[in-house]
């Protein structure tokens, strides 16, 4: 079937969809997304196996697009005045979400794993729970955006969410090592530390560079229109990417951090903000939500249903209890340690990606595919559940009129 015909079918879908459920009071991204899994190759026969695969770059721009808007909410006279709390809450959710979740799977694995892999006990329960704090801030950029939302709750969420990849990939960087030690396979801890840390270090460089280079070009731009700027942003967006990329830092950090350097360092922010807003946001949010749900197999889950149950569970206890301890530490108010969790709950993107890293490794081949089920029927619950919370987290604190 004709690609073009296919991302035409899809955008209506998920248009016609998200309409529907905004009649019923959710998200329009939760319509999105079962507009993806209703196409799901598997369920309706429309759209080619094949086809799914063929949009992980388009899938990895949108995700650019996505973090550029997370670091553009990081302007730095808001950050002042809860820096300490924002970096405390940060480090405790995360590491606590991890601590939660290996917990939980471990104690689940001595009950719920073949006989044959009960050996691997460890490292599959290690491997697993870092995948667990990261946080999707895509979701609920998107709801804060859709319902206006503005406060303190807000801020803090995406504050949070954009640092939380950062702290996800040292763990997972560490938790790799010891995994890779406890198979008896190479693997050094603090090789993986040192990796991690130039990946960040790289990624924030280039980032600061051409965030540098773009703030002075552009005060010598005076007559481009605001389609000409939504252009060069889009462009600029996907050169960043594809520089990190190529050297081989992570390129969501990249992108995150020229979104900072352009809402902190540029006196033509709102104008910049305000046009990706206008003529770009939409299509992106669309585009990124239903090939999510392209990509959710839903096959072959039975294994993997008790597991992604204690993972759900788990994982948000575990960022509940750090959100609030890391708030009452830092006297912060009360509506922060009740809602702030709520946008933090919607996972995807990233995750996936390093589920099937690990799959690829050879010393991992034992549990390798129940750990990618696991990991996908996980996204399936936060992508779809997530939004839901986010909203309802940031109306009752009173940010959603």
Same mark, same amino acid.
């Given at each position: 079937?004709?690609?073009?015909?296919?991302?035409?079918?899809?955008?209506?879908?998920?248009?016609?969809?998200?309409?529907?459920?905004?009649?019923?009071?959710?998200?329009?991204?939760?319509?999105?997304?079962?507009?993806?899994?209703?196409?799901?190759?598997?369920?309706?026969?429309?759209?080619?196996?094949?086809?799914?695969?063929?949009?992980?770059?388009?899938?990895?721009?949108?995700?650019?697009?996505?973090?550029?808007?997370?670091?553009?909410?990081?302007?730095?006279?808001?950050?002042?005045?809860?820096?300490?709390?924002?970096?405390?809450?940060?480090?405790?959710?995360?590491?606590?979400?991890?601590?939660?979740?290996?917990?939980?799977?471990?104690?689940?694995?001595?009950?719920?794993?073949?006989?044959?892999?009960?050996?691997?006990?460890?490292?599959?329960?290690?491997?697993?729970?870092?995948?667990?704090?990261?946080?999707?801030?895509?979701?609920?950029?998107?709801?804060?955006?859709?319902?206006?939302? $503005? =406060?303190? &709750?807000?801020?803090?969420?995406? #504050?949070?969410? +954009? @640092?939380?990849?950062? %702290?996800?990939?040292? !763990?997972?960087?560490?938790?790799?090592?010891?995994?890779?030690?406890?198979?008896?396979?190479?693997?050094?801890?603090?090789?993986?530390?040192?990796?991690?840390?130039?990946?960040?270090?790289?990624?924030?460089?280039?980032?600061?560079?051409?965030?540098?280079?773009?703030?002075?070009?552009?005060?010598?731009?005076?007559?481009?229109? $605001? =389609?000409? &700027?939504?252009?060069?942003?889009? #462009?600029?967006? +996907? @050169?960043?990417?594809? %520089?990190?990329?190529? !050297?081989?830092?992570?390129?969501?950090?990249?992108?995150?951090?020229?979104?900072?350097?352009?809402?902190?360092?540029?006196?033509?922010?709102?104008?910049?903000?305000?046009?990706?807003?206008?003529?770009?946001?939409?299509?992106?949010?669309?585009?990124?939500?239903?090939?999510?749900?392209?990509?959710?197999?839903?096959?072959?889950?039975?294994?993997?249903?008790?597991?992604?149950?204690?993972?759900?569970?788990?994982?948000?206890?575990?960022?509940?209890?750090?959100?609030?301890?890391?708030?009452?530490?830092?006297?912060?108010?009360?509506?922060?340690?009740?809602?702030?969790?709520?946008?933090?709950?919607?996972?995807?993107?990233?995750?996936?990606?390093?589920?099937?890293?690990?799959?690829?490794?050879?010393?991992?081949?034992?549990?390798?595919?129940?750990?990618?089920?696991?990991?996908?029927?996980?996204?399936?619950?936060?992508?779809?559940?997530?939004?839901?919370?986010?909203?309802?987290?940031?109306?009752?604190?009173?940010?959603?009129?």
């Amino acid at each position: 079937m004709n690609a073009i015909f296919i991302f035409g079918l899809l955008i209506i879908t998920a248009l016609i969809l998200g309409k529907i459920v905004s009649y019923i009071g959710l998200p329009k991204i939760t319509g999105y997304l079962f507009a993806g899994i209703l196409l799901d190759p598997n369920i309706s026969g429309l759209i080619t196996p094949n086809f799914p695969n063929l949009t992980n770059d388009i899938s990895n721009f949108c995700l650019a697009f996505i973090t550029f808007e997370v670091g553009s909410t990081l302007y730095l006279p808001k950050l002042k005045a809860q820096g300490k709390a924002l970096g405390l809450m940060t480090i405790l959710e995360a590491l606590l979400a991890f601590a939660f979740v290996f917990g939980g799977i471990y104690l689940a694995s001595t009950f719920l794993l073949p006989a044959n892999l009960l050996a691997f006990a460890f490292p599959f329960s290690l491997l697993i729970a870092t995948l667990a704090s990261p946080t999707d801030p895509s979701a609920t950029l998107a709801i804060a955006h859709q319902y206006k939302a $503005k =406060g303190p &709750v807000s801020s803090t969420i995406m #504050g949070i969410a +954009a @640092f939380d990849d950062a %702290v996800g990939l040292l !763990l997972f960087s560490i938790g790799l090592g010891l995994a890779k030690s406890s198979t008896g396979a190479d693997g050094s801890v603090m090789s993986g530390v040192v990796d991690s840390l130039l990946e960040i270090g790289g990624a924030l460089l280039v980032g600061i560079a051409i965030g540098v280079i773009f703030n002075f070009v552009y005060k010598f731009l005076k007559s481009t229109s $605001k =389609g000409g &700027v939504n252009a060069i942003l889009l #462009g600029l967006i +996907a @050169f960043s990417y594809g %520089v990190s990329s190529w !050297l081989k830092f992570d390129s969501l950090i990249t992108t995150m951090t020229l979104g900072f350097m352009v809402t902190n360092f540029n006196l033509k922010s709102n104008e910049i903000s305000e046009t990706l807003e206008t003529y770009t946001e939409e299509i992106i949010f669309i585009l990124f939500f239903v090939l999510s749900g392209l990509h959710l197999n839903l096959a072959g889950f039975t294994d993997a249903i008790p597991f992604i149950i204690v993972f759900v569970i788990f994982r948000s206890l575990g960022k509940y209890t750090g959100v609030m301890t890391g708030a009452m530490l830092s006297n912060q108010p009360s509506s922060i340690k009740k809602y702030v969790v709520g946008g933090l709950i919607p996972q995807g993107g990233i995750v996936v990606g390093l589920a099937l890293f690990i799959q690829q490794i050879e010393a991992f081949n034992a549990f390798g595919g129940l750990m990618l089920n696991i990991i996908m029927g996980t996204t399936i619950l936060h992508e779809i559940f997530g939004p839901i919370i986010a909203k309802a987290s940031l109306r009752k604190a009173g940010e959603i009129k």
